[in-house]
């Protein structure tokens, strides 16, 4: 047994050079094709600024200049053959609904000056978190336009369906029996703008960006795994491959010590700078299955629902955003005070606000989503250090006011 992980351990060793040898090669080449290079990195690409690169591409009037190329080459991919019959379109973000919700992406086709279908993309190609009966009154609402087809489109990263908590299980499969919604990823626009024979060579190039974003971005499908699947693929010696996936085989359980490691330093940290907090009841913890979605690692006590944390909306530890968090209706009383205490403009600045959070952002750089690189940081501290600064002025405005916050009494419902 000793041998057979020595032999994985030393072919781990092996490919670890390889992928070296690939990132060398790679800086060599940049001079002349600057092949890392991508204008969506000074872009807003959030879900609202996805929303309207698809909703530019989509509007057949905009200045992209290949006219219904774009729509109509996405009605075909949709199979909405029929909806390729209008004389004028209209594309709008964030439309609102009548209960005061807002459809991410809205076209209607209009024929003979009368609207004759519409479709309605729901984004979560940031891995926002369904809200509750969200594709439900979106269902509703488009129901509400008499006579008019419709499509409602769900958009994660990777083909899931909505949640029951958005619209119930057999609700939403009605709604694709009926050719009312359909269930799409980020690979499936890689396939449309694949499938559309773009004519204007800058357009072209901006298609050729937004896919290469949209697979390394947000899929994970960087140039240096592609490269290190092929020579996998390729290599005659399967020790390496069967190295590869020896891990792949552990992968949980390595998370899972990594991250079990983890959360011991930032509570070693924290017990030694946070005494009052540690006193209050609060520890660190970590919620959640490693590589699933909604896990987190939080400072909080088991009997009070609040506290300081980071969160993954996306599996395998991506789309990491932190800050305080508060359920707005389960705590009314905790979540106004906690928004008195975080009164501070440059904080108001930096952070947004949500209904199970005060306060959260995205982490910053590389830290939103935790490959190989960040995990590496675990074993030496390396990582705790840098998470808990980004924790501290936030602990310790929360420590100043400790006081107040404990009159209130809240406790876990």
Same mark, same amino acid.
């Given at each position: 047994?000793?041998?057979?992980?020595?032999?994985?351990?030393?072919?781990?060793?092996?490919?670890?050079?390889?992928?070296?040898?690939?990132?060398?090669? =790679?800086?060599?080449?940049?001079?002349?094709?600057?092949?890392?290079?991508?204008?969506?990195?000074?872009?807003?690409?959030?879900?609202?600024?996805?929303?309207?690169?698809?909703?530019?591409?989509?509007?057949?009037?905009?200045?992209?200049?290949?006219?219904?190329?774009?729509?109509?080459?996405?009605?075909?991919?949709?199979?909405?053959?029929?909806?390729?019959?209008?004389?004028?379109?209209?594309?709008?973000?964030?439309?609102?609904?009548?209960?005061?919700? =807002?459809?991410?992406?809205?076209?209607?086709?209009?024929?003979?000056? =009368?609207?004759?279908?519409?479709?309605?993309?729901?984004?979560?190609?940031?891995?926002?978190?369904?809200?509750?009966?969200?594709?439900?009154?979106?269902?509703?609402?488009?129901?509400?336009?008499?006579?008019?087809?419709?499509?409602?489109?769900?958009?994660?990263?990777?083909?899931?369906?909505?949640?029951?908590?958005?619209? @119930?299980?057999?609700?939403?499969?009605?709604?694709?029996?009926?050719?009312?919604?359909?269930?799409?990823?980020?690979?499936?626009?890689?396939?449309?703008?694949?499938?559309?024979?773009?004519?204007?060579?800058?357009?072209?190039?901006?298609?050729?960006?937004?896919?290469?974003?949209?697979?390394?971005?947000?899929?994970?499908?960087?140039?240096?795994?592609?490269?290190?699947?092929?020579?996998?693929?390729?290599?005659?010696?399967?020790?390496?491959?069967?190295?590869?996936?020896?891990?792949?085989?552990?992968?949980?359980?390595?998370?899972?010590?990594?991250?079990?490691?983890?959360?011991?330093?930032?509570?070693?940290?924290?017990?030694?700078?946070?005494?009052?907090?540690?006193?209050?009841?609060?520890?660190?913890?970590?919620?959640?299955?490693?590589?699933?979605?909604?896990?987190?690692?939080?400072?909080?006590?088991?009997?009070?629902?609040?506290?300081?944390?980071?969160?993954?909306?996306?599996?395998?530890?991506?789309?990491?955003?932190?800050?305080?968090?508060?359920?707005?209706?389960?705590?009314?009383?905790?979540?106004?005070?906690?928004?008195?205490?975080?009164?501070?403009?440059?904080?108001?600045?930096?952070?947004?606000?949500?209904?199970?959070?005060?306060?959260?952002?995205?982490?910053?750089?590389? @830290?939103?989503?935790?490959?190989?690189?960040? @995990?590496?940081?675990?074993?030496?501290?390396?990582?705790?250090?840098?998470?808990?600064?980004?924790?501290?002025?936030?602990?310790?405005?929360?420590?100043?006011?400790?006081?107040?916050?404990?009159?209130?009494?809240?406790?876990?419902?």
């Amino acid at each position: 047994m000793a041998n057979n992980i020595n032999q994985i351990v030393d072919s781990l060793i092996s490919i670890n050079q390889v992928i070296e040898n690939f990132r060398l090669q =790679r800086e060599k080449t940049e001079l002349y094709d600057s092949n890392r290079f991508n204008p969506f990195q000074f872009m807003r690409t959030d879900e609202m600024g996805l929303s309207k690169i698809l909703a530019f591409l989509l509007d057949p009037k905009e200045t992209h200049g290949q006219g219904d190329l774009f729509l109509n080459s996405f009605l075909k991919y949709i199979e909405k053959h029929n909806f390729l019959a209008y004389d004028n379109i209209q594309v709008c973000v964030e439309k609102a609904t009548s209960k005061n919700r =807002r459809h991410d992406i809205f076209i209607e086709g209009f024929l003979n000056h =009368r609207r004759h279908w519409i479709v309605s993309i729901e984004n979560k190609l940031r891995f926002a978190t369904d809200q509750e009966e969200q594709l439900k009154d979106y269902r509703d609402d488009l129901e509400g336009y008499r006579e008019v087809e419709y499509c409602l489109i769900y958009l994660p990263v990777f083909k899931e369906p909505p949640s029951e908590n958005s619209i @119930l299980k057999n609700e939403w499969e009605a709604l694709i029996s009926a050719k009312k919604a359909i269930l799409l990823s980020a690979k499936d626009l890689l396939d449309w703008l694949d499938n559309t024979l773009i004519i204007a060579p800058a357009v072209k190039q901006f298609s050729q960006d937004f896919k290469r974003f949209l697979s390394e971005e947000l899929m994970g499908n960087t140039e240096i795994n592609d490269d290190l699947v092929n020579y996998l693929m390729k290599n005659e010696n399967n020790d390496a491959l069967y190295s590869a996936l020896s891990v792949i085989d552990s992968k949980e359980q390595l998370y899972e010590n990594l991250i079990e490691r983890l959360v011991e330093q930032l509570q070693e940290r924290f017990a030694h700078d946070y005494k009052k907090l540690k006193n209050y009841g609060w520890k660190c913890n970590f919620y959640g299955e490693v590589t699933g979605k909604d896990c987190g690692i939080y400072f909080d006590a088991e009997d009070i629902y609040w506290g300081v944390g980071a969160e993954f909306g996306g599996y395998n530890l991506s789309e990491g955003h932190y800050g305080v968090y508060c359920h707005k209706d389960k705590y009314p009383k905790l979540y106004d005070l906690l928004n008195e205490i975080f009164d501070d403009l440059d904080i108001k600045a930096r952070f947004n606000k949500h209904k199970l959070w005060v306060m959260r952002k995205y982490f910053d750089g590389s @830290l939103r989503n935790w490959d190989a690189e960040i @995990l590496r940081k675990i074993p030496n501290g390396e990582l705790a250090e840098q998470i808990f600064e980004l924790w501290k002025p936030l602990l310790d405005i929360i420590t100043d006011n400790l006081d107040k916050i404990t009159k209130l009494d809240i406790k876990k419902s």
